[in-house]
């Protein structure tokens, strides 16, 4: 058993806020909360928090975990801390094009067209530098949009006589020709011939991602969007025991024009398998989200990704067999669509156990926020995205926008229980205290406000990445706060959350994870 003491620990249990001291079980659950010279007994382990804070573990509720390993492990990095400009892009890829065998896909991943000092996406001629003797493919940060090189586009067959795939954009140059970059269900024309990545591979990349999120203190995560292949390896890692952090998994159901059959449930100790994801739009800071009123630059309105009557049909398959749905809306129009299927489903089967989620709810109106509130739609959304991609909201995003963008507040004051995440790796770093300052203060990447009216309390920002995190996924009773019964997933901070001021969150540093009770992970 061990006795955590000599700190200050938050629960994130409404009923007891605070604690003297917790006390884990050999089971690797806690056994109590209380005052220490109560739970003090022999033969304990005792860790003195020294003045620390101790708090549940983060749970990271939207976190693309297979693909975040995969940029960890195998994909070559072309975000803007180490590629700054396209020439530094291509020859990053040109480095590791050289090192593989020609023929041989070279796919990279993180650009940002509106932080490159050249302000535009990469081309197929910029991808063609780098090789013609590989095909190339780069996903920009948002996982909406890609760029491909010319073989690539040769072997995808894209030419100027292809026609824009359903929910997708084939963007072309002023004489038809396709410039290389696809938007949404486009990229699935190259992405499809991508050999998948072994079973080992994918494990490796699960492997390295968790690593990574122990280090900042996150023991339950939500990777929405796995493929079926990835699942599969998930259950595999579940079964030996390997999976590091508790995952809760949202297995996409359609990959371009090909629909994916229900996964089978599945419900561990660190694994579930009960819910379905579908994507409705695309995203904000690629300017394909599906809005009411024009982008800023682009002139355009986003991306349906479904037609409603199919959209629909493919949602009751998933609600009347006891799924939970997680669905990527941003835009208002997106929103609309989603919310009003959600309403059919619940109209056609009332179900008040199976609460659906929104992924994102980026810019929904108070009519919407309403609506979800009276259905108990929940929100998985991105503070995160504030000062990671503020660049690229001011430069798309129509000014109006702005004072309701990820909007948590509004969200919150409607009743929506609301968690937050981070997306990684759409953005370049998922340290969760950075979601828990931006939630706070609404800071944009060059330091102002942005939404301000936005903002929540340190102690709702801290719940929304923790308890809710376990209520979205359906694990509240046994994660999210520090009560006797739950898994002892615990992190230990070098200072207050609740009582630091937000321009000084990031001087906060994680000393310590525990999973059930473990010591997993320890700042050197």
């Not at 929506?416 to 770093?429: E, H, K, M, R, Y």
């Amino acid at each position: 058993m061990k006795l955590f003491y000599n700190g200050i620990i938050h629960t994130m249990n409404p009923t007891t806020p605070k604690t003297d001291a917790l006390l884990v079980g050999d089971d690797g659950r806690i056994a109590a909360l209380g005052d220490r010279r109560d739970l003090d007994r022999p033969n304990l382990t005792r860790i003195d928090l020294a003045g620390r804070t101790l708090i549940p573990g983060f749970n990271d509720a939207h976190v693309h975990v297979a693909w975040l390993g995969m940029l960890l492990t195998r994909l070559v990095d072309c975000r803007i801390h180490v590629a700054p400009d396209i020439p530094a892009i291509v020859a990053r890829l040109a480095e590791r094009a050289q090192a593989q065998e020609g023929g041989s896909w070279v796919q990279g991943i993180g650009y940002n067209e509106a932080l490159l000092p050249e302000g535009r996406h990469l081309t197929r001629s910029d991808l063609d530098q780098a090789s013609t003797q590989h095909p190339i493919v780069v996903t920009r940060t948002c996982g909406h949009v890609s760029a491909a090189n010319s073989l690539a586009l040769q072997l995808a067959g894209i030419t100027c006589e292809t026609p824009d795939p359903p929910g997708g954009v084939i963007l072309r140059d002023e004489q038809g020709e396709p410039t290389g970059v696809l938007q949404e269900t486009a990229m699935t024309l190259v992405s499809r011939l991508i050999p998948e990545p072994t079973a080992e591979e994918t494990a490796n990349a699960i492997r390295a991602a968790h690593r990574h999120q122990l280090s900042l203190g996150i023991t339950s995560a939500t990777d929405p969007a796995p493929t079926p292949a990835q699942v599969a390896v998930y259950r595999q890692l579940a079964a030996a025991g390997e999976l590091a952090v508790r995952m809760n998994l949202l297995p996409n159901i359609r990959d371009g024009a090909t629909i994916n059959p229900l996964p089978e449930k599945f419900v561990g100790d660190t694994l579930r398998i009960d819910s379905v994801k579908f994507f409705a739009d695309g995203g904000m800071t690629s300017a394909t989200a599906a809005i009411s009123i024009p982008y800023r630059e682009t002139g355009t309105k986003g991306v349906l990704i479904w037609e409603s009557e199919e959209l629909a049909d493919q949602m009751w398959a998933a609600h009347s067999a006891g799924y939970r749905i997680g669905t990527h809306a941003n835009g208002d129009v997106a929103l609309e669509q989603v919310i009003r299927i959600y309403e059919l489903l619940h109209e056609r089967d009332p179900r008040p156990d199976l609460r659906h989620r929104i992924e994102h709810l980026a810019l929904p109106t108070p009519e919407h926020l309403q609506r979800c509130a009276r259905l108990g739609v929940m929100a998985a959304t991105q503070t995160v995205f504030l000062p990671a991609m503020g660049a690229t909201f001011r430069r798309y995003m129509p000014e109006v926008c702005y004072e309701r963008a990820y909007g948590v507040r509004a969200m919150l004051d409607a009743g929506l229980t609301v968690a937050l995440s981070t997306d990684a790796p759409v953005v370049p770093d998922d340290n969760p205290l950075i979601g828990l300052k931006s939630a706070i203060d609404r800071l944009d990447h060059a330091g102002n406000p942005l939404g301000p009216g936005q903002a929540v309390t340190p102690y709702e920002a801290l719940y929304a990445y923790t308890q809710a995190g376990a209520i979205l996924s359906g694990d509240e009773a046994n994660r999210g706060s520090l009560a006797p019964g739950k898994w002892a997933d615990l992190a230990v901070l070098s200072g207050d959350p609740l009582a630091t001021p937000p321009e000084r969150m990031l001087e906060l540093a994680v000393d310590a994870t525990y999973v059930a009770g473990t010591l997993v992970y320890e700042r050197g």
